[in-house]
């Protein structure tokens, strides 16, 4: 054996107290022989050698110096390795050594350096939100553990160490832990000029080492490519990431033509790009969806004459005040600024006027307000609201954090325009700060997702001929035996979407109305339950959804926790989850003690806002001080926020399910990364934006199911036109059904009477079967028809704020038809539901009727069907104009709902004439004999 590789040996299995004794009695050199053999770049093997030589010399200096430093021992490291990633970071976040310094020298061993950066890698994969950047910059500037990453790479890629390969998983894990910690430094923006140094050295061994077999290896292949990528990046390209990771409108961007912008933003193709490409692509898009409603009213805003001409919302509030919170330390939550809504008013009189009531109480916390000293907006300061106290915004205050401001210097107590952005921004934001913690090739389904991978695997965690229980029922799902269990309540369709959905890692299942999509849903996840060792992570997009899925699946598991806004059933109430109900003595000690630590640290910081708004003088430097303390506390809150996660922590990961909306998904991704959930399952996926379903999935995620249907309702969009126009309210579902991965699709209906669905198959769906239950529907009673379109030509009316429509005669026509079904057929309000595409008239509805009525938009009736539906269609003009009513999706959802009667009434020559949709349902109607002048009432004549 070499001496090198003799001496390597001794460094990777002895104590660092044994190698300090080992260097004082066998290294001996001349010092000045040696002097300048420490250089920055190594390009061969004869300067390697030499580079070793001079970290030898280093470490024999410095364990002849004798330096005393507290340290964790080799073996107290080995044991931290063996714990569960959190309680890694906890430990040492609170372990009486400061892990973070002082801990390597040049004078350690082999193995301690690799014990030392598995750690940091275990650490900082948490992406702990608040600790991350801590944790990058502690990084950035340990020198004298980068330096023995130099020392390590030096020795990895020599073939006079290839002994230490020997163990290959653990040198990949090695190699792994390089290219992770070091691209997460880069994706920061941490990179110092020792990092670049490092990365160079690196870089150049990788090339110039003589161990060809090594270097050749994906593991190490993988490391170059990202040394590469990092040293790419120029001055220019990290100010150009800078500003693509800002999600806060600049002055400037108010005043851009949102139709330029979108035209921009259109085009990259989101189809055969790289990652990075593709995540900017998401990021315009969330972007772009935010923004235009608001240049659209900052542009409306600059342009009126007079506040009184301005559109109805958002509500514009006039002389509003920036106001200190003079009582911090008893405040609640400790706020630091608010807006006081009635500002120079506030002498006059501390009551808020009760016509501003409705205005601030519809002001959420995460809304983002937009304030300004005139309708010109020189100037502009954005802040997200933090608090809204139900007491506070009775007296008119709204708790604030300051996040932008442009061209304005002290912003206490003067006169501001302010008004909320149109599109609520706490999802956008949550979203969009995920998406920027991918790195530029790391991106979960990656091959299903961006490469338009059509051949799909199965889940990495299942074994070859995997056997599954379901109710305690053994069976197995392959490609050669596959057999129900007969427990299982599936027709074929939904069985053969069910076995592949439990054998492919990435899945789609379309689902008609009325096919049973929940029904599959809820076997499937009890499937996975019984064998699955894993939080099954379920998310829809809406909560009535979530509520709905969680009632049915509570008959089987109560071990459900959901997150988000609290539930309205009592019955699934107890699955809430809230901090209190945490039980303590299952959370790590560690955790506690971190809690304490951070708490103080919050504290103290906050007092120092506290005196510097005492002294502050009203000077810019001395607000710019106050800018910098303020944020100081932000930052120690979003530490304890995580903290509050981690408690949750504790109770989820032994829960079967953790359920939320996808909005709630993207600020709870930590929590997921915590519990390395392996199966995440979309509900409602095609009505989730693209970038929400990539919020929710974690380096962890290993099987996902996407359940939905795309001719029903699409994403959400602030902007109708503009997602038409361009379609960026294109789902991920949706996109990929359509154009490369097809999935299941389940046929058999069980909502809609068989004429009912006449309408829909084959208009929207090549195939859909009725099951025998619904031809025993008993008739609608009092009426001629079970369907019916009642046609008129009877004029629209646009609201006074021209943001929706409505249509008078239709109202009373409507409401005489629920009158009649509940006074003289006998049906009660639970039985019927009235509908319409429209806001306004489902307002003038419910003006209209003294009765317990069951009044909804269409779109908010997605998912659910009642026993008779009325719909109101609204549209009736002279210009020949339909709005979304030509869009086939609204059609299909508003047309599904009912299961035993449906009965409509609109203006269907003008239908028929603007949309090829509308035409096909008329020649359906006429050929039942189910559409006239008048709806068919029966009249009892006793």
């Known amino acids: ?272 790009v790289e990652v990075a490409e593709y995540l900017i692509r998401q990021k315009q898009i969330l972007r772009e969806d935010f923004m235009i409603p608001l240049r659209e009213y900052v542009c409306k805003l600059r342009d009126s004459e007079s506040l009184s001409t301005m559109p109805h919302r958002p509500v514009l509030f006039a002389d509003v005040f920036i106001v200190l919170n003079s009582d911090f330390i008893n405040a609640k939550r400790h706020e630091i600024l608010f807006i006081d809504v009635l500002g120079k008013q506030r002498s006059i009189n501390s009551k808020l006027p009760r016509k501003l009531k409705p205005n601030i109480i519809e002001i959420k916390t995460g809304s983002l307000l937009l304030l300004t000293t005139s309708t010109s907006f020189e100037n502009l300061i954005l802040a997200t609201v933090t608090y809204t106290d139900k007491e506070l915004l009775d007296l008119g205050y709204i708790g604030i954090e300051i996040v932008r401001q442009y061209n304005i210097g002290t912003v206490y107590d003067r006169p501001l325009l302010m008004f909320e952005t149109p599109a609520f921004f706490e999802p956008y934001k949550n979203v969009y700060n995920y998406l920027n913690t991918y790195g530029d090739d790391e991106l979960p389904m990656k091959k299903y997702i961006v490469d338009g991978e059509e051949s799909v695997c199965q889940p990495s965690y299942l074994v070859p001929n995997q056997s599954y229980t379901y109710d305690g029922e053994r069976f197995k799902v392959t490609a050669s035996k596959s057999t129900k269990p007969k427990k299982l309540p599936l027709n074929q369709s939904q069985w053969d979407a069910f076995s592949q959905a439990l054998t492919k890692e990435f899945y789609l299942i379309q689902g008609p109305p009325g096919t049973g999509k929940t029904h599959l849903s809820v076997h499937l996840v009890r499937t996975f339950i019984e064998n699955v060792k894993t939080p099954i992570v379920l998310i829809t997009y809406t909560n009535d959804s979530l509520d709905k899925f969680l009632l049915k699946l509570s008959a089987y598991t109560s071990n459900i926790l959901r997150f988000g806004s609290q539930t309205r059933l009592p019955e699934i109430s107890k699955f809430n989850v809230q901090l209190s109900s945490t039980n303590r003595d299952i959370v790590n000690p560690h955790l506690k003690h971190l809690y304490y630590l951070i708490n103080e640290e919050f504290k103290a910081k906050f007092q120092i806002v506290q005196q510097m708004h005492a002294d502050f003088d009203g000077t810019e430097e001395s607000y710019q ?127 809609m009477r068989p004429c009912i669905a006449e309408l829909i198959h084959p208009t929207f769906y090549a195939e859909l079967k009725n099951d025998c239950s619904v031809e025993m529907y008993p008739r609608v009673r009092n009426m001629v028809k079970d369907l019916y379109f009642y046609s008129h030509n009877e004029l629209e009316f646009q609201s006074e704020d021209e943001c929706s429509i409505y249509n008078d005669f239709e109202v009373k026509e409507i409401l005489k038809l629920a009158r009649h079904l509940i006074e003289e057929a006998a049906y009660t309000s639970d039985d019927i539901v009235i509908l319409s595409p429209y806001a306004k008239q489902v307002d003038r509805l419910k003006a209209k009727t003294t009765k317990q009525l069951n009044i909804a938009t269409v779109d908010s009736f997605q998912g659910l069907e009642a026993n008779i539906v009325l719909l109101s269609l609204v549209r009736s003009n002279t210009k020949a104009q339909i709005g979304f009513l030509k869009e086939k999706n609204r059609i299909c959802v508003a047309l599904s709902r009912a299961r035993h009667g449906m009965y409509i009434i609109g203006n269907m020559p003008l239908l028929a004439k603007s949309s090829e949709t509308w035409r096909v349902i008329d020649q359906k109607l006429k050929a039942q004999e189910a559409i006239g002048d008048t709806f068919p009432i029966i009249i009892d004549e006793k």
Request: charge should be negative; include cysteine; glycine fraction near 4%.
């Open 1 to 272: 054996m070499s001496g090198a590789e003799s001496d390597d040996q001794d460094w990777f299995n002895k104590d660092e107290d044994e190698i300090l004794q080992s260097y004082q009695s066998k290294v001996s050199t001349d010092e000045t022989k040696n002097a300048g053999a420490g250089v920055e770049y190594i390009h061969g093997p004869t300067a390697t050698d030499g580079y070793l030589q001079q970290k030898r010399l280093e470490a024999s200096s410095e364990a002849m110096m004798g330096a005393k430093v507290k340290k964790l021992t080799t073996a107290e490291m080995r044991k931290v390795l063996k714990m569960d990633s959190l309680d890694v970071f906890l430990f040492v976040k609170t372990c009486e050594y400061d892990f973070f310094v002082g801990q390597i020298s040049a004078s350690d061993g082999l193995e301690r350096v690799i014990l030392y950066l598995r750690i940091w890698n275990i650490i900082c994969n948490l992406e702990i939100p608040g600790f991350q950047n801590e944790l990058l910059l502690n990084f950035t500037k340990n020198e004298a553990f980068l330096e023995q990453l130099r020392v390590l790479g030096t020795k990895l890629f020599r073939k006079s160490y290839r002994k230490i390969w020997k163990n290959e998983i653990e040198m990949y894990e090695i190699l792994n832990a390089i290219k992770s910690l070091l691209g997460r430094v880069h994706n920061g923006q941490f990179v110092t000029t020792k990092i670049l140094h490092v990365t160079m050295h690196l870089k150049e061994l990788v090339k110039d080492s003589d161990n060809k077999d090594i270097v050749q290896r994906s593991p190490c292949q993988e490391l170059l490519f990202e040394l590469e990528r990092i040293l790419a990046s120029k001055h220019d390209q990290l100010e150009e990431k800078l500003i693509e990771t800002e999600i806060y409108p600049s002055l400037d961007e108010l005043f851009t033509n949102s139709d330029a912008s979108t035209k921009r933003m259109i085009s990259t193709n989101s189809e055969n």
């Open 625 to 751: 001080r106050l800018l910098l303390a303020q944020k100081d506390v932000r930052d120690v809150a979003e530490k304890l926020k995580s903290i509050r996660i981690m408690f949750q922590f504790y109770s989820a990961r032994k829960a079967d399910v953790i359920a939320m909306t996808s909005t709630c998904a993207a600020r709870t991704n930590f929590l997921f990364r915590l519990l390395q959930s392996k199966v995440v399952i979309f509900e409602e996926a095609a009505e989730i934006l693209e970038s929400h379903v990539l919020a929710s999935l974690t380096p962890y995620t290993e099987h996902v199911i996407l359940i939905g249907d795309h001719m029903q309702l699409q994403p959400y969009t602030s902007s109708f036109q503009h997602s038409r126009t361009h379609q960026l309210n294109i789902s991920l579902f949706e996109r990929l059904f359509v154009n490369n991965l097809k999935g299941s699709i389940l046929n058999i209906q069980y909502r």
